[in-house]
């Protein structure tokens, strides 16, 4: 508190407790006065500067009613400060629980650090998966966006100073699924995750490369998925220029699917009391298809992924690939 607030507040208190006591001697020694002791001077005092008025004590005197004014004025000044300061507190509030202040819960959710056109893509592609999302981002205009675009209770937007690693913890990173890093520079991406992944060294990335001479580097440094956005886009290109159909097919496939009906590659892992458990890939692929309408693509196990293995039996945590509807999708959750 500053000393200028400490010196008026102490004034004030001073000039109250004068005041009070002038009113006291005032009134007291005025025959017909019910203002007679220095509690009752102090409960009117009160009652008149809170704008209660209960009428039960009053001063008579000339000098005690121009002490009684005084207070009069006092509580507009009173009443006018507690609405302010309610007011204060009111949008402070709003305004912290709309930056993140106050912190999220989720678990098992994932992470945007850094905000532009690209990253809200993919955030609305994982919104759209109905996942749970938070996006850190440095500036207020764009949290003021990201309200706006996504209104769930899905999406938690967080202002913060991207080096304030400290303040990661309110976004609940350790629990995060992934954390997807969108900077301009690969070399800024590079320097950020090394520092981020000194403070959460149990961090899954997810990284996006202009120059993927650095692929190495990354997967050095620990990170799994490191992707070069213009290799998929002239990919993608290329097959619309030599194989239209299945370009088309393809794009379906990697946008998240918004209706039931609409078919996805999904991913899930086999519970340790899965009926699939020791089954031949072959047999799993057949079973899925016949019982389920939902084609079996292969498997993932540790870091290694089998493309429909000729010859594979699944096991406990592998993560299964397959493209069905999110109804088929969900059927198969309980039996996986």
Known sequence: ????????????????????YLLYIFESRFEGANIVSLSDAYWYSLV????????????????????????LIGSLGILGVLVTELSLIISNYVRKKKEGY???????HYIIIGWDNFSQQVAEQII???KELAIISDKREDIDRIK?????DNCFAYLSDLKDYSGFSKVNIEKANRVYLNFKEDSETLVYMINLKKIFPDLTFVITLEDMDLKSTFTYMGVDFVISRNEIASKLIASYIFEPKV??????????????DELDIWEKVVGAKSSLIQKNYLDVFIEVKKKYNAVLLGVSRGNV???NPENLEIEDKDILIFISNRAVFDRLEKVL
Do not use: C, Q
């Not at 106050?102 to 098992?108: N, W």
């Not at 370009?247 to 039931?260: G, I, R, V």
């Open 128 to 130: 759209s998966a109905d």
């Open 1 to 20: 508190m500053r000393k200028k607030t400490v010196v008026l507040i102490s004034g004030l208190a001073i000039l109250y407790n004068v005041l009070v």
């Open 305 to 307: 992924l089998h493309k």
């Open 247 to 260: 370009a088309l097919f393809a794009e379906d496939l990697l946008a998240t699917s918004k209706n039931d």
């Open 102 to 108: 106050f912190g999220t819960i989720m678990e098992d």
């Open 148 to 152: 706006k675009l996504f209104p769930r």
């Open 48 to 71: 008149t500067l809170t704008t209660v008025g209960y009428g039960d004590f009053y001063p008579i005197t000339f000098w005690g009613r121009t002490i009684g004014f005084l207070f």
